[in-house]
């Protein structure tokens, strides 16, 4: 192919991630005989159920096909209505509205939230997909400092926008600490800033009903925009906000990422709808992972590993270098353990990390064979 100036610069990046150690590539198929997998966020082991499977299959009911076009233009499946029936009920909200992933509901509510006069506050680590609706949305970024409740109220005191509005993760997804959700709805209360968050990786989690950390917390009524996703316990595809009918009219008139684009098929549908049903039926399977999620934890930190302010089921295991961290994910693969290196720029320069996401699945031997995995490697390699 000739080379012209843009493929030249293409060239140029590919090497300089390269040579940093941050070049990034889609990860190999694993046959899961034998393997421990710390890298799926299908936290509840929903993906690998059979009950859900079977439901799932009658819900189905054969039909396998996509459904051929936006929601606003064909019906082609009654499990829409019915899973946001579901969800809505399951989150206590009049409404709820499902996206075709959680990555495009971001996109798709901030893009028709916010203006050139909103000003949003956004914790520094949330998730890519919050900051790129944003960027799309073109409105005023006023980041603070993650967690922290001063800085944030500082930042609001001293704001002269309108609109207000503040977004976080619940739990933050690289490294598996909690937002102060109470502080955070006081503080949109005191300055009239309407609040969003991202329950992605609370959702199933967290709550009696297993609904979330907003549920969790009893922060519903502060709280504007709840959204998550369907693609991490729940082990299907999608993403939904449980809002008002108001708001749920607002998203449907105005989310690009909605009105553009294709629905979600009838057979993930099906799934979503059986896992969530599942999950309501049996709402203390959650509240074991995160016991046994402690376990891992404790042993990391007594290993001398450093697992951020982690307190749920994500555990990251910082190396702090780019190049350690895939040495050290090569190092527990070729022992059977897959668990992803994440380095910058998902996470901050000096913080690369192997993720673990901990689940249902995993057993007290596989803890066991993961600590020793890492024992071995510090007594190599520090
Ligand atoms: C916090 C958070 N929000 C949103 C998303 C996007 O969700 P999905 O993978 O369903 O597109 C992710 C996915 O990693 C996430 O971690």
């Given at each position: 192919m000739a080379s012209t100036p843009l493929l030249d610069r293409i060239s140029r990046e590919l090497d300089k991630r390269r040579l940093e150690?941050?070049?990034?590539?889609?990860?190999?198929?694993?046959?899961?005989?034998?393997?421990?997998?710390?890298?799926?966020?299908?936290?509840?082991?929903?993906?690998?159920?059979?009950?859900?499977?079977s439901e799932a299959a009658?819900?189905?009911?054969?039909?396998?096909?996509?459904?051929?076009?936006?929601?606003?233009?064909?019906?082609?499946?009654?499990?829409?209505?019915?899973?946001?029936?579901?969800?809505?009920?399951?989150?206590?909200?009049?409404?709820?509205?499902v996206f075709t992933s959680g990555y495009t509901t971001n996109v798709g509510i901030l893009q028709a939230l916010c203006t050139r006069s909103t000003e949003v506050f956004s914790d520094r680590l949330n998730h890519a997909s919050l900051y790129d609706g944003i960027r799309l949305a073109g409105c005023r970024l006023n980041r603070y400092r993650h967690g922290d409740m001063a800085d944030l109220r500082k930042r609001l005191a001293a704001s002269d926008s309108t609109e207000k509005l503040i977004v976080t993760d619940t739990v933050f997804s690289m490294d598996g600490d909690r937002a102060p959700l109470e502080d955070i709805a006081q503080l949109a209360q005191t300055h009239g800033a309407m609040v969003m968050v991202d329950e992605a990786h609370a959702t199933g989690m967290f709550g009696e009903c297993g609904s979330g950390l907003v549920e969790a917390t009893g922060t519903a009524a502060a709280i504007n925009v709840r959204m998550g996703t369907l693609s991490k316990a729940i082990a299907g595809l999608g993403g939904y906000i449980a809002v008002s009918s108001l708001l749920r009219d607002f998203f449907v008139n105005f989310s690009r990422s909605l009105i553009y684009s294709t629905g979600l098929p009838h057979p993930v549908l099906a799934h979503n709808l059986a896992a969530i049903r599942h999950i309501r039926n049996r709402p203390d399977?959650?509240?074991?992972?995160?016991q046994t999620s402690v376990l891992l934890r404790d042993d990391l930190k007594a290993l001398g590993f450093d697992t951020r302010p982690s307190t749920t089921q994500i555990i990251p295991c910082i190396t702090g270098d780019d190049h350690k961290a895939v040495a050290l994910s090569e190092y527990l693969r070729d022992r059977g353990i897959i668990a992803p290196a994440i380095r910058p720029p998902t996470v901050p320069a000096g913080t690369a990390r192997i993720r673990f996401s901990w689940s249902t699945l995993h057993t007290n031997d596989d803890r066991l064979r993961i600590v020793e995995g890492l024992r071995k490697w510090k007594q190599r390699h520090e």
């Open positions: 150690g941050r070049f990034r590539f889609t990860a190999p198929f694993q046959p899961d005989d034998g393997i421990i997998d710390c890298s799926t966020n299908s936290y509840l082991g929903l993906h690998a159920n059979r009950e859900v499977a009658r819900l189905a009911n054969g039909k396998l096909n996509g459904s051929g076009a936006s929601r606003l233009v064909a019906t082609a499946s009654e499990l829409y209505n019915e899973l946001e029936r579901e969800i809505a009920d399951w989150e206590d909200t009049e409404a709820a509205l399977t959650a509240s074991r992972v995160l």
